[in-house]
């Protein structure tokens, strides 16, 4: 088999639905297995829809045990040559599956690719970034990558605004579509599931980076990922996820010296945004920006315990 297609799937079947009628009306030309991973919907109905695709596997988990963990469910039973990790929440537009198996069997390079992700309206998404460093994550804290767009030492987006006909090396491809050999990622282990929900990508393709393999962003490639579907309804769900991964990541790869930095920028940047988010809800009596003014600071009392073992 050439390809297994891994989808965690939580909630929102009507995405996944469409999800999966991309990948069968677009993908004929290579021979390919679905294995879909449920991490404790609420929503009924999963099933149903299953019932209408031939090759799915569906795991269902009687928890939500997190996107690494489920995405290495899904792993440990694929028989593909090669692995796709998908968002539920993406859709393909072309028939992008059997190029990418072409340019994987006919290069030399141990790689993991990842391609232009479009929005709904099919304008630019970020697909790319840069590893976390000191000088970004002090431009992110005091909104710095927000002025700078284009400057590569401020804003870890940077390569996202230029133009690219052909594969190029980055540090990171968004955990929405990375594309790999089955063989290279079984042995990497898949995810590390300390990582519940963020930073597992930039953490898989900072430890493949680490091995002498290549992350490769295939510009000619795309699909639209809506993006924040299984979040936009938890916003503790989302702002405390973020925080634990970033903190998680400077952790398990940043010196002593480089996290103890990390974490005065990181809690600079919460602390700071603490009033301005608070005094924009009075001035635009937008009850969104009281939140984010709360979620900021409850951040302020979690901080995430790991075992990461250095290497």
Not at 262 to 285: C, D, N, V
Request: with cysteine; hydrophobic share 40%; proline share 2%.
């Amino acid at each position: 088999m050439d390809l297994s297609i891994l989808i965690v799937s939580y909630n929102n079947f009507d995405i996944l639905e469409s999800c999966l009628n991309s990948i069968y009306k677009f993908t004929t030309r290579i021979s390919f297995e679905v294995i879909v991973v449920d991490n404790n919907s609420s929503e009924k109905g999963l099933s149903t829809i299953i019932d209408n695709f031939t090759n799915l596997t569906l795991i269902q988990n009687n928890d939500n045990k997190g996107f690494s963990a489920a995405n290495n469910q899904g792993l440990a039973i694929a028989k593909g040559r090669y692995i796709l990790f998908l968002n539920n929440d993406t859709e393909l537009i072309e028939d992008i599956f059997y190029k990418l198996v072409q340019f994987a069997d006919s290069s030399k390079e141990k790689s993991l690719i990842g391609v232009k992700l479009l929005n709904s309206d099919l304008t630019l998404q970020h697909s790319i970034v840069d590893f976390p460093s000191i000088i970004n994550t002090f431009s992110e804290s005091f909104f710095l990558n927000s002025i700078f767009k284009n400057n590569k030492n401020f804003n870890k987006y940077w390569k996202n605004y230029k133009e690219y006909k052909n594969p190029i090396s980055v540090d990171v491809v968004l955990g929405a579509f990375i594309f790999g050999s089955a063989d290279i990622i079984n042995k990497m282990g898949g995810f590390d599931t300390q990582f519940y929900f963020y930073a597992e990508e930039t953490d898989l393709c900072k430890r493949f980076k680490n091995d002498g393999g290549k992350v490769l962003y295939y510009p000619s490639l795309k699909l639209i990922h809506i993006g924040g579907v299984s979040t936009n309804k938890i916003n503790w769900f989302h702002f405390k996820n973020q925080h634990r991964g970033k903190i998680q990541f400077a952790q398990k790869h940043f010196s002593s010296i480089k996290l103890f930095l990390f974490l005065i920028l990181h809690y600079s940047g919460l602390f700071m945004r603490i009033p301005i988010y608070f005094a924009t809800g009075i001035f635009t009596f937008d009850k969104k920006y009281f939140l984010k003014s709360y979620f900021y600071m409850r951040q302020f009392v979690f901080y995430p315990q790991n075992k990461f073992v250095k290497k």
